[in-house]
């Protein structure tokens, strides 16, 4: 590979990732003006549609198997376990971590 190459790769990576993090900087901005009433809550969504169904918690769960989504929409009645598209987390004291396996 030419050295004229490498740069010009370099380069679209370089700014694949300031427009990446310039979407992320917008969507942080956005979503500071959009803030609804904090309900203690996390909600997790079946799909990123509109019409997603989704199940909600106040807190600890350490296994999602007997789980599914409650909420009239898309994916209702689904297992939540291993089918989570979408997470809000509503508590304005703590933080949600939640954790999945790939593959």
Not at 73 to 98: M, Q, T
Request: include cysteine.
């Amino acid at each position: 590979m030419t050295s004229a190459r490498r740069m010009v790769g370099s380069l679209a990576v370089a700014a694949a990732l300031v427009a990446g993090t310039t979407v992320l900087a917008t969507a942080q901005a956005s979503a500071q003006t959009q803030r609804a009433d904090w309900d203690g809550n996390i909600y997790l969504y079946c799909s990123a549609s509109s019409n997603s169904s989704w199940s909600k918690y106040a807190g600890w769960v350490n296994d999602f198997a007997g789980h599914t989504f409650a909420a009239g929409g898309e994916g209702h009645g689904l297992r939540v376990k291993n089918n989570v598209n979408r997470a809000w987390n509503n508590d304005g004291n703590y933080a949600a971590r939640i954790w999945w396996r790939v593959g």
